[in-house]
C-alpha cells in the first residue's frame, strides 16, 4: 500500500517543485526611467529621470496583463524584490502619436538565470 501511495504523491510532488517566475526567489530587478519630453515637431524639450511614475512587471511569457507595480523614487529609480528565475517583462507607459490611445509602452524583457542576483535593465525610456 505504502508503494502506490508513493507512486500517486511523487509526480504530484515533483509537481510542486517547478515553481513559475514570480515572488518568493531571491533575486531583484533594477533600474531607472528616463523621460524624454518632445515637442510635436519632434525637437526634444527636456530630460530627465521621472519621478513618481509606475513602472509595471509581468511574470512569465503568456500572460498580458501586469503582475505588480512600483512607483519610481525621486531619481527614477525602480526595483522588483524577491524574484524567482524565469522571465520577466519591465513596462512604462510612452507617447505614440500614431496610437488610438495616445499611449503605447516602452519594455525591457530579461530571464533570470541565478539566485541570490541583481539585474540591473538600465534606462527605461519614455517619451510625453
Excluded: H, Q, W
Aim: hydrophobic share 30%; with cysteine.
Amino acid at each position: 500500500m505504502k508503494r502506490y501511495l508513493l507512486y500517486f504523491f511523487l509526480p504530484l510532488v515533483l509537481l510542486a517543485c517547478n515553481k513559475e517566475p514570480g515572488e518568493g526567489g531571491t533575486s531583484k530587478i533594477v533600474g531607472k526611467l528616463y523621460r524624454i519630453n518632445i515637442d510635436v515637431f519632434g525637437n526634444v524639450l527636456s530630460e530627465y529621470y521621472e519621478p513618481d511614475r509606475d513602472v509595471y512587471i509581468i511574470y512569465g511569457n503568456e500572460d498580458k496583463t501586469y503582475d505588480n507595480d512600483f512607483s519610481t523614487s525621486y531619481d527614477g529609480s525602480f526595483e522588483f524584490k524577491n524574484l524567482l528565475k524565469g522571465d520577466y517583462t519591465i513596462f512604462a507607459y510612452t507617447r505614440c502619436d500614431t496610437c488610438a490611445s495616445g499611449d503605447s509602452i516602452s519594455s525591457k524583457t530579461i530571464t533570470i538565470e541565478e539566485n541570490k542576483t541583481t539585474y540591473d535593465i538600465g534606462d527605461l525610456i519614455i517619451y510625453k
